[in-house]
């Protein structure tokens, strides 16, 4: 029987899981959504339970779509990044996992940022600290519930407690590992500074191995569930950002990822730790272990809200059924002209990273009138999401960066529509992925990598499939030019409003804001 390998990429809203056999093609896909909790206003909370009982689910499907013929060789993982799972004695969650889009740490991303110093912070990590990381979603742990603190046995990142689940062992790797902003990206391991920064003992959190390490193998238990073999290799995996990367077969700093799925990233890949001394982007591990050929790092703009941004519009102003919503939300916002008839919208749903790092901004519809009818909001949505990725990849270019061309990746990717209209904002040809799930196929891709022992660089080139090509169109690439200015002048009079906003409604929430029961649609 041929060998597969399965990638699992457990994202922000659902699990994908993808079987792959040894030439990159996709033999079975599955997936499963979960919802974000938000217990209150600012705050994101997953359910661990959920992702497991997803997980399951994704994984049966996969397997089951790739027929009967086909042996699981492996099993590699991806995952939302920053996150923070805590797990007490008995093996078990201690309190929901706090995810990337939290916002309740502030005050701790603060205290982090004064005690190591703005510069020191940035030199180790290559990052700034900003609410949602791991290291100050802890450091509130602490402050604000130290009786799950104090009974914290293990601090883990989302994928990683995933295979835990499946192998009952537990580990990490640097790509993981660097978005916690408890770690050194230039040693890729955990930093004695940062966890003295936050008060955390090193016991807690595991240890780092490579990306496509060999680090245990499925149980019986986990077997039985997931329909796979008991004994199968499982590799570390990585985040979603490098598992991304490797996924679409970008390995050299002339190609950008571009990818378009809850929040958004505009990611170059680089053979050296180089952090923004500004502080605006994130220098993190890369999936591969850094050598000649083999990048080990990469630079990173990320935006909040993407995808994010047209599930909002979905599920909250049109309330859609989400079977096809997709398909007519952009059918709608393609009869729309390029500016949407004068509507602006600042995607900053949930604050924003690249360039701002501010956890406080808000969004705005900027140009509404009464001529503006639903295909204008949604292309406005899609329009200020790309902008806000090109605001990133501004910040990007100030650094050095470069590329020629922009892969585009993601469920955004999709969309026709959007792959020209990244094209014309950036003026740069666009590749679409051939599957959108690139960090998935970067999880199978690791698997391949730890048990058949193959040269990851050269895997990846090989396994990297694209559709057509976007060129960009010259005249709505001037037209959008103008937009974008406008675009980015329109950040500072909003943001104060935005912190004046927030801080009335941290006021007034014990005694009039109650939270919401989460809605599940169809």
């Known amino acids: 029987m041929p060998d597969a390998f399965l990638g699992i990429d457990l994202g922000t809203s659902s699990v994908k899981a993808l079987v792959v056999d040894g030439d990159g093609q996709v033999k079975g896909t599955g997936g499963a959504e979960y919802p974000v909790v938000r217990p209150r206003p600012g705050w994101a909370e997953q359910d661990p339970d959920a992702w497991w009982a997803a997980t399951v689910d994704a994984v049966q499907q996969a397997v089951g779509w790739s027929g009967g013929g086909t042996t699981i060789a492996g099993i ?6 920053h996150g923070a799972v805590f797990i007490g004695e008995n093996d078990r969650p201690l309190y929901p996992a706090v995810i990337w889009a939290d916002g309740r740490a502030v005050k701790q991303a603060a205290a982090i940022t004064d005690i190591v110093g703005a510069e020191r912070l940035i030199e180790i990590a290559g990052s700034p600290v900003v609410t949602g990381f791991m290291a100050a979603t802890a450091a509130w742990m602490r402050d604000e519930k130290s009786s799950v603190w104090w009974r914290t046995k293990r601090m883990l990142s989302p994928k990683d407690e995933i295979r835990r689940r499946i192998t009952g062992t537990v580990a990490t790797d640097p790509g993981d590992g660097s978005a916690t902003l408890l770690f050194d990206a230039r040693w890729r391991n955990w930093s004695p500074t940062l966890l003295d920064a936050v008060e955390a003992p090193s016991i807690i959190l595991p240890q780092v191995k490579p990306s496509g390490a060999v680090v245990g193998e499925i149980t019986a238990e986990a077997a039985d569930q997931l329909q796979i073999a008991a004994g199968t290799a499982v590799v570390t995996g990585t985040g979603d950002a490098p598992s991304g990367l490797l996924g679409a077969g970008i390995v050299d700093p002339e190609t950008m990822l571009l990818s378009l799925s809850t929040g958004a990233q505009v990611m170059v890949p680089d053979e050296a730790f180089r952090p923004d001394p500004a502080g605006r982007t994130h220098a993190w591990c890369a999936a591969l272990e850094p050598g000649a050929g083999h990048p080990g790092w990469y630079q990173m703009g990320a935006t909040l809200v993407a995808g994010m941004a047209l599930r909002w519009l979905r ?35 949930v604050g924003e990273r690249t360039p701002h790092m501010d956890a406080r901004a808000r969004g705005a519809f900027l140009g509404l009138a009464a001529h503006h009818d639903h295909g204008d909001i949604v292309r406005a949505v899609m329009e200020g999401v790309t902008f806000a990725c090109r605001d990133a990849y501004f910040a990007l270019e100030e650094t050095g960066v470069a590329p020629q061309r922009i892969v585009l990746a993601g469920g955004g990717a999709r969309s026709p529509l959007w792959r020209q209209m990244v094209a014309d904002v950036f003026g740069l040809p666009v590749h679409a992925l051939a599957t959108t799930d690139q960090a998935a196929m970067g999880a199978a891709l690791l698997a391949a990598v730890g048990v058949r022992g193959l040269d990851a660089v050269a895997t990846a080139q090989a396994w990297a499939r694209y559709g057509a090509v976007h060129e960009p169109d010259p005249g709505q690439h001037a037209r959008y030019s103008e937009v974008y200015e406008m675009f980015r002048e329109a950040y500072a009079p909003v943001v104060g409003i935005s912190h004046r906003l927030s801080d009335w409604l941290a006021g007034t929430i014990d005694t009039r804001v109650q939270p919401r029961p989460i809605k599940r649609r169809g």
């Open 315 to 349: 599920d909250e102003m049109l309330q859609m059924p989400a079977a096809g919503a997709y398909e007519r939300m952009t059918g709608w916002a393609a009869r729309s002209p390029v500016g949407a008839r004068g509507l602006l919208f600042l995607p900053y749903l």
């Open 76 to 81: 590699g993982f991806s995952g939302q990044m």
